[in-house]
């Protein structure tokens, strides 16, 4: 089964590693869910800029 994210920057944050932190929740990869954060995160990029949301595939 595959699993989908909608992942950001939180803008001014870092890690202990000096990375950016991202957030995002897993989701089941289903045309539904693939069909609402791609609405998600295509919002997000025109509030925050170009780039600033994205989606993450994995295998659970």
């Known amino acids: 089964m595959n ?3 909608v992942a950001w920057n939180v ?3 870092r890690s202990i590693a000096d990375e950016p932190i991202q957030g995002g929740l897993w989701h089941p990869d289903t045309p539904e869910n693939r069909e609402t954060l791609v609405i998600v995160m295509e919002s997000g990029n025109e509030s925050y800029g170009p780039e600033s949301h994205w989606i993450e595939e994995r295998q659970a």
Request: avoid cysteine.
């Open 11 to 13: 803008i001014g944050r």
């Open 3 to 5: 699993e989908i994210r």
